[in-house]
């Protein structure tokens, strides 16, 4: 029998495929068990305050960066949402006098819309949230060079080659309601994909490219972004690709209970900590990353249950 067809949008592949055993098992767990599922490859956190939750985030930056000399530099891939933890990575870099001249950092995403990257003026502009939230704020003698900071383009063959000869300490990243990292969403069924979506071993093999976005991601994007304006959003955006995701040592996943929901939370932490990797649900393929860590904020991953408002 073939693969179901999704309740979300039935041209394309998501979570809603899979087998309702895998979706009745996640529903069921609670926080604890979410825990027991960390493993050599996975560690799942538990955060109690949000004031914790994105200073560890900022943190992550911090160290990352403290280890770059000028013969061994370091960066991080960082996403827009969560974004909270941006202002706090400024401020803790002026306080501690941290000089970020052999640092450097990758934008996670661009929006892509015209036959190119949207441009820093347009005021869903992700390197221009970066550079607001964060890097315009860090003081002027301690400030990373222009040339170390690296935002994906329409050509991302630039992007690509700076992931060479500079060690990524760690990508950061949230999780949307289609269950992505960056936005590498689940993709169209048609072609090769018609009755089954690429296998984890397909979809590894994606580098940063222009990928059209899932409708579900579409309208969240709206929805956390544009005031619901869904017409407002870009179909199509600029994504690092899992190549350059198992270039990172270490993948580290913050949900603060916003961008995704309590369910969701729950099957991806399934997924990986039992190593069910499949394409319909892309962050599930972190089962094969050897380094992956969850961070939640424990009071929002809420109950699986039927509940009126």
């Known amino acids: 029998m073939g693969r179901k067809q999704s309740l979300l949008a039935p041209d394309w592949w998501d979570y809603t495929t899979l087998d309702d055993e895998i979706l009745n098992d996640a529903a069921r767990l ?6 027991a599922l960390s493993r050599d490859g996975l560690k799942v956190v538990l ?3 949000l004031e914790d939750f994105y200073l560890a985030e900022a943190l992550e930056y911090i160290t990352a960066w403290r280890q770059a000399t000028p013969d061994n530099p370091v960066g991080i891939c960082g996403p827009i949402g969560p974004t909270e933890q941006l202002p706090l990575v400024a401020r803790l870099v002026n306080e501690l006098g941290l000089n970020l001249k052999d640092a450097h950092f990758w934008g996670m ?19 221009r949230a970066d550079r607001e939230l964060c890097f ?3 003081e002027s ?3 990373m060079p222009e040339g170390n900071l690296h935002f994906p383009k329409a050509d991302a063959t630039a992007y690509i080659d700076s992931w060479q000869g500079v060690r990524c300490a760690v990508m950061q990243g949230g999780q949307g309601d289609i269950k992505h990292w960056a936005f590498n969403d689940p993709v169209r ?8 979506p690429p296998t984890p071993e397909e979809y590894r093999q994606l580098t940063t490219r222009v990928v059209e976005l899932h409708p579900v991601t579409v309208m969240q994007n709206a929805r956390t972004s544009g005031g619901g304006v869904v017409t407002g959003v870009p179909s199509h955006a600029i994504t690092v690709g899992p190549v350059q995701t198992w270039q990172a040592e ?6 603060a209970g916003t961008h995704d929901n309590a369910f969701g939370m729950r099957l991806t932490t399934l997924m990986i900590g039992k190593q069910l990797a499949d394409s319909a649900v892309p962050m599930s393929l ?15 991953i809420g109950v699986c249950e039927t509940e009126m408002h």
Do not use: C
């Not at 609670?30 to 825990?35: C, G, K």
């Not at 069924?189 to 089954?196: A, F, I, K, N, V």
């Not at 972190?286 to 929002?300: E, G, S």
């Open 30 to 35: 609670t926080p604890e068990d979410m825990v």
């Open 47 to 49: 955060y109690e305050t």
């Open 109 to 127: 995403d661009e929006w892509f819309k015209d036959g190119r990257e949207t441009p820093e003026s347009h005021p869903l502009s992700f390197a």
């Open 136 to 138: 315009d704020l860090i």
């Open 141 to 143: 003698s301690l400030k």
């Open 189 to 196: 069924r048609e072609g090769p994909y018609q009755d089954r």
């Open 250 to 255: 270490k993948v580290s996943i913050w949900q």
């Open 286 to 300: 972190l089962a094969d990353h050897p380094n992956v860590q969850f961070n939640f904020y424990r009071p929002a």
